[in-house]
């Protein structure tokens, strides 16, 4: 996906103070982007849900690369976590590692005194008989790297 303009304007990747551009910070938008990363140079993946009704849904992407399958899950309620049951049919799971963009305060910015706030963390996700359980949490996204083979 792209993004018009990086610095300083609605949902940019980076502030700046001022003109000087003495201090820089990334913002949570940044690290929504950073988390679509693992995508990148792989083979895009159809998903298929049960959830599709509403456009309040969980949106899921995903992508295969040698040895390895990324799916990222969103999660853009603000009432509710979602319970994951994501079943990978065809693939041989043998690991799992990912990462959440997820604050407690929904309202919590990066700002230039606090620049680490709001940054993507390390999550529990589980491989359970061929399928990844977590829970999605409110106003989140979670990448999951799935080590396949």
Same mark, same amino acid.
């Given at each position: ?6 610095? $300083?304007? #609605?949902? &940019? ?21 950073? *988390?679509?990363?693992? @995508?990148? =140079?792989? !083979? ?9 009704? &509403?456009?309040?849904?969980? &949106?899921? &992407? ?12 969103? $999660? ?10 994501? =079943? ?11 990462? =959440?963009? @997820?604050?407690?305060? #929904?309202?919590?910015?990066? !700002? ?20 990844? @359980?977590?829970?999605?949490?409110? *106003? ?10």
């Amino acid at each position: 996906c792209n993004i018009a303009q990086i610095v $300083n304007v #609605l949902q &940019s990747l980076l502030l700046t103070d001022a003109p000087d551009g003495v201090k820089c910070v990334r913002t949570t938008t940044y690290y929504a982007f950073a *988390l679509f990363k693992a @995508h990148r =140079a792989k !083979t895009a993946v159809k998903v298929e849900t049960s959830d599709s009704a &509403s456009p309040l849904d969980v &949106s899921v &992407s995903a992508s295969r690369g040698d040895n390895e399958l990324v799916v990222t899950f969103i $999660n853009p309620k603000n009432d509710t976590d979602v319970r994951i049951d994501c =079943a990978l049919p065809g693939v041989s799971a043998r690991s799992i590692a990912a990462s =959440a963009l @997820h604050h407690a305060d #929904l309202n919590a910015p990066n !700002t230039f005194d606090q620049p680490d706030t709001v940054t993507p963390k390390t999550f529990d996700a589980r491989l359970e008989g061929g399928s990844v @359980h977590f829970d999605l949490p409110r *106003l989140s996204i979670v990448t999951a790297r799935i080590r396949i083979g």
